[in-house]
């Protein structure tokens, strides 16, 4: 079959009308290629073999790009590589035998258990949005709900007799998830003051308002998480699921059951969880070399 003198532009047409991809996505495969064809220098891509996809591999590495950016340039070379097999220009795909970089799951960022009692501590509680906040933060410690979960709760969701909340997660699944004593009195004393305090005999059907009487953005309350980590001291990185990850870290250093932890959360699939045991067994591994008189 004769070869098509721009492959690059054709592969990323193809990309676009059989997989829809978007314009980002797009110009990232763009981009390595191009990368790759400057390396291979006056080599045309036809002519590329196993070895040469091996040695502009090493170079990246040496170059000093981490596994997921290599992970990624292998990816947009599979990709190429292979439509020009299925397109009959290749007689074979010189990327099939090369292995992808080994990727180590990243642990989610978390908050230690006196790093969570300066956090829930920092609100001013004597302000009615200040209490409001510490009521926010004190029940998405409790329930490790996800943010987006927890600013669209409504009043119905709260069942505060039995102490517990019912959350439509993701999938539209719906669970059950236990409140404690402690996070429970402070929901209902905001709603029996702060919360009539800042709507000022206006309506709302969410639970957690703002002065203009809607419910809080996701990131709003992003934005309060790290005020508050500010004033708290805490310098660690934060993301909008730090407490949640602090949640499912804390329970199980403290002996609570994997599949409870998976089903508190919302995960469909226990392997999303274990990533939670790893967080422990490095806590685990840390206070190990900190203390041990040979660690």
């Not at 006196?114 to 200040?130: F, N, W």
């Not at 699944?173 to 209902?188: S, T, Y």
């Not at 599949?259 to 274990?274: E, I, M, W």
Request: aromatic content about 10%; cysteine-free; charged content about 25%.
């Amino acid at each position: 079959m004769e070869q098509p003198l721009n492959p690059i532009d054709l592969f990323l047409d193809s990309l676009w009308v059989e997989s829809g991809l978007s314009e980002n996505t797009l110009a990232a495969y763009g981009s390595d290629l191009k990368i790759f064809v400057k390396w291979l220098k006056n080599k045309p891509v036809f002519e590329v073999e196993q070895s040469d996809i091996a040695d502009f591999m090493a170079s990246r590495y040496k170059a000093g790009i981490g596994s997921r950016s290599a992970a990624r340039f292998l990816s947009s070379l599979r990709r190429f590589y292979g439509y020009l097999f299925r397109e009959g220009y290749l007689t074979i795909d010189p990327t099939e035998l090369i292995e992808a970089p080994h990727i180590g799951r990243v642990l989610p960022d978390t908050l230690s258990e006196k790093d969570i009692d300066l956090l829930l501590d920092a609100p001013e509680v004597t302000d009615i949005l200040g209490f409001r906040d510490k009521a926010m933060l004190e029940l998405l410690y409790a329930t490790g709900l996800r943010v987006s979960e927890l600013i669209g709760l409504k009043f119905e969701q709260v069942n505060f007799r039995q102490g517990f909340v019912r959350v439509m997660g993701k999938g539209n699944k719906e669970r059950l998830v236990p409140v404690g004593e402690e996070a429970m009195e402070w929901l209902e004393n905001y709603m029996q003051g702060a919360r009539i305090d800042i709507l000022a005999e206006r309506q709302s059907d969410f639970l957690f308002v703002t002065k203009r009487g809607s419910g809080m953005t996701r990131q709003t309350f992003w934005h309060v998480i790290k005020r508050y980590a500010k004033k708290a001291g805490i310098t660690k990185h934060l993301s909008p699921h730090t407490l949640r990850h602090a949640f499912a870290t804390h329970l199980l250093n403290h002996g609570a059951d994997l599949r409870v932890v998976q089903l508190l959360l919302g995960h469909s699939d226990l392997s999303t969880t274990q990533i939670y045991t790893h967080i422990a067994q490095e806590r685990l591994k840390q206070l190990h070399q900190q203390f041990h008189p040979r660690g």
